[in-house]
């Protein structure tokens, strides 16, 4: 089993900015994707931003210009960049890695925003 430590979650004004983080464990290697997604109360989740081993990004369609995705392979970690924060981005967000062939999740951190 992967665990995988999120941190970074928390509350903010509308506006402002967080960074989230997930960390695998840094005695496994060749990890594919990474990726976040949320889920708000009554809905599914859903992808935020995922980035490949080389780089490659993908995100929501609303959340471009926003939310930037970045990874440091040598830590094995993959981070969030949240800015200009709106109170509809309050979420839990998940992690998830793809590592030979399997995905693994994070355990969530909650975003709250207020206006």
């Known amino acids: 089993q992967v665990q995988l430590v999120e941190s970074g979650g928390g509350s903010a004004q509308a506006g402002g900015s967080l960074r989230l983080s997930c960390a695998a464990p840094?005695?496994?290697?060749?990890?594919?994707?990474m990726g976040w997604y949320r889920q708000a109360p009554g809905n599914q989740r859903e992808l935020v931003a995922s980035?490949?081993?080389?780089?490659?990004?993908t995100y929501a369609d609303s959340l471009k210009g926003r939310f930037t995705i970045f990874r440091d392979n040598t830590k094995n970690t993959v981070y969030l960049q949240m800015n200009s924060l709106k109170p509809e981005d309050t979420a839990v967000y998940y992690c998830?890695?793809?590592?030979?062939?399997?995905?693994?999740w994070g355990q969530g951190t909650q975003v709250t925003v207020s206006s």
């Open positions: 840094e005695s496994i290697f060749s990890i594919n994707a």
């Open positions: 980035i490949s081993t080389i780089g490659s990004r």
């Open positions: 998830k890695i793809e590592w030979f062939g399997n995905d693994y």
